[in-house]
DNA sequence: AATACGTGGGA
DNA sequence: TTCCCAAGTAT
């Protein structure tokens, strides 16, 4: 017998020390034969997608108590689904799951197809989420390989290639080690050990089930695996949100077109987002007053200044751009981060 | 192939 | 403050 990694002993891990995940069926269940279910496996892992499993919790919580079918997602109007979606960024992943649900429900009966090339021909659904349902939800002997497998993979076979150069040698990596039996549980078994003992930083080697194993860790450089290509800087960008609040208490909001940055969903009208000074694009006649304060954010590849500026305008105002809300309909939740900064630091001064 | 696409938490 | 990172997909 060798001295590679042994899937057996990752699953013996697994089975007394998985994580307890609401969209999860616990290996002890699913050897007596649970199944989770594919519509929960497929939410929890669009969710998951470059997202934290403390983020997705309570999202998917919620998601799960307001629509627990994919019928009844699929029936769900767009402007509510994007509205519990604030918050938890990619936003075309909302659009997509709204359309994959809607897919999936008129199409396909309400089922999910079974097999990762199925899965893969629906919205939102790539290489790695198809290969994780088709696993997860359907004991499919297949590859899942995302950034915890990749890591995993680099340090027990200490690889040094750089990512992303290095992804089709890690895949083989990760082929070689995926077993007929229980390819679901192995899966989830690999993320975990990722997420909890292989971690990118300050991994904890000594109550890892690969200790012996690593290749990484014998040669003592488990901590700078995997390498990456360095990111580029990035720009900073300037712009101008206008907060406008009507006489009934009313807030001037509009719904962002579908495509592009935070497309299809709520904010407050503004100016592009340019690297120099942005031009003034007022949504309404209004005697505005610069609030002095800007909101800040970071998005995946720039940097965002937003100048902020409100006004009270008359009940009988007509707005060039986007559509009072009234204020009992106005939920602040329901704006994207970087809308909700700007609502923060205005709401102070339209007071009513 | 390279780029666009969010956010919050930790170091 | 700043940077890095997290269960990627679409184009």
Redesign the pocket.
């Known amino acids: 017998m060798g001295d590679g990694p042994d899937p057996a002993d990752l699953l013996a891990w697994y089975d007394a020390h998985a994580?307890d995940?609401p969209?999860?069926v616990a290996p002890a269940a699913r050897l007596a034969g649970a199944r989770p279910d594919p519509y929960r496996v497929w939410l929890?892992?669009?969710m998951?997608?470059?997202?934290?499993?403390?983020?997705v919790r309570a999202y998917f919580e919620r998601f799960t108590a307001l629509w627990p079918t994919v019928e009844a997602l699929a029936a769900a109007p767009d402007a509510q689904v994007m509205g519990e979606w604030?918050?938890?960024?990619?936003?075309?992943?909302a659009r997509?799951l709204l359309k994959c649900a809607r897919v999936v429900a008129e199409d396909h009966g309400g089922r999910f197809p079974e097999t990762r090339e199925a899965l893969?021909a629906?919205?939102?659904?790539?290489?790695?989420?198809?290969a994780?349902i088709a696993a997860i939800a359907f004991d499919a002997p297949e590859v899942v390989v995302?950034?915890?497998v990749?890591?995993v993979m680099a340090r027990v076979h200490d690889i040094r290639t750089p990512l992303?150069a290095a992804k089709p040698e890690l895949v083989r990596a990760a082929a070689a080690l995926t077993p007929e039996r229980r390819p679901g549980c192995h899966a989830?078994a690999v993320?975990?050990l990722?997420?909890t003992i292989c971690?990118?930083?300050?991994p904890a080697c000594g109550i890892c089930p690969w200790w012996g194993a690593c290749a990484a860790r014998k040669a003592g450089v488990q901590a700078e695996l995997p390498r990456?290509t360095?990111?580029?800087?990035?720009p900073l960008r300037f712009g101008i949100a206008y907060v406008a609040r009507r006489a009934d208490g009313a807030w001037l909001l509009e719904t962002r077109p579908d495509?592009?940055?935070?497309?299809g969903?709520l904010g407050w009208p503004g100016s592009d987002w340019t690297e120099s000074a942005p031009i003034p694009a007022p949504p309404i006649e209004a005697d505005w007053t610069d609030l002095g304060e800007e909101a800040?954010?970071?998005?995946?590849?720039?940097?965002l200044r937003l100048a902020i500026k409100v006004a009270h305008v008359p009940q009988d105002a007509a707005p060039l751009r986007g559509a009072f809300t009234p204020a009992t309909a106005f939920r602040p939740s329901d704006l994207?981060?970087?809308?909700?900064k700007v609502f923060d630091l205005a709401r102070s001064s339209l007071r009513h």
């Open positions: 994580r995940l969209w999860r929890s892992e669009v998951l997608q470059q997202t934290t499993v403390a983020a604030a918050g938890l960024g990619y936003y075309a992943r997509n893969m629906l919205p939102g659904i790539g290489p790695y989420t198809g994780a995302d950034g915890n990749e890591r992303p989830q993320m975990d990722g997420a971690t990118p930083r300050a990456k360095p990111k580029k800087p990035k495509k592009g940055l935070l497309g969903m800040r954010h970071t998005f995946t590849h720039f940097h994207p981060t970087v809308m909700r």
